[in-house]
């Protein structure tokens, strides 16, 4: 079994993508797998002392379609003792009172149920009013805007993954 699970939900296909180049920058899938949300199980998340939990914001403020759909079955998932990583993708104009929404609605809801919120991010670099991923002044996971700053992308993911392997210790 890999060491980190990587739980993905997109739309248009932008946060998958980025989901790709972090599984490469770990070093492959040998070390991350990836599950889509379109079929994931709960128990998927099983065994896994590390995860990276990924959703665009859609519909103005809101999760990707499902995520959303998968949303009310993290009750039944334990996650105690987990180390969890956040990433999105959003659109800071287009959506700059709820950019990147959705990464803070499921880090709320995961570190409710005892997940262990690691990864978080500056704001800096970034230009926006308001966002729910946002807590004590940071981000609290990777912000991706591949509709704005999209050739920001992959020095941000490199340096996210740099951080976070220390954090899972990997
Ligand atoms: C109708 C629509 C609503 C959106 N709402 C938001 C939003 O509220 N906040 C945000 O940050 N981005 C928003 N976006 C931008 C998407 O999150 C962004 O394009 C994202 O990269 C799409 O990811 P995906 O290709 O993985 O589905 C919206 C885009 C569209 C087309």
């Given at each position: 079994m890999s060491k980190i699970g990587l739980f993905v939900g997109s739309t248009t296909g932008k946060t998958e993508?980025?989901?790709?180049?972090?599984?490469?920058?770990?070093?492959?899938?040998?070390?991350?797998?990836?599950?889509?949300?379109?079929?994931?199980?709960?128990?998927?998340?099983d065994g896994y002392k590390n995860l990276i939990i990924a959703s665009p914001t859609w519909n103005i403020g809101e999760l990707q379609s499902d995520w959303e759909g998968f949303f009310d079955e993290l009750d039944n998932i334990d996650f105690k003792g987990k180390?969890?990583?956040?990433?999105?993708?959003?659109?800071?104009?287009?959506?700059?009172?709820?950019?990147?929404?959705?990464?803070?609605?499921?880090?709320?809801?995961?570190?409710s149920l005892g997940g262990t919120t690691v990864g978080n991010w500056s704001t800096d670099g970034y230009d926006f009013s308001?966002?729910?991923?946002?807590?004590?002044?940071?981000?609290?996971?990777?912000?991706l805007d591949e509709d704005n700053q999209?050739?920001?992308?992959?020095?941000?993911?490199?340096?996210?993954?740099?951080?976070?392997?220390?954090?899972?210790?990997v």
């Open positions: 993508e980025a989901a790709e180049i972090i599984q490469k920058e770990f070093g492959g899938d040998g070390v991350v797998t990836i599950y889509n949300m379109t079929d994931a199980q709960t128990d998927d998340f180390k969890v990583a956040y990433f999105g993708t959003g659109d800071q104009i287009g959506y700059a009172d709820n950019f990147q929404d959705a990464m803070g609605i499921l880090e709320e809801k995961i570190s308001e966002s729910k991923a946002v807590k004590n002044g940071k981000f609290i996971g990777l912000a999209s050739e920001l992308t992959e020095e941000r993911i490199k340096k996210w993954v740099a951080q976070l392997k220390t954090d899972f210790g």
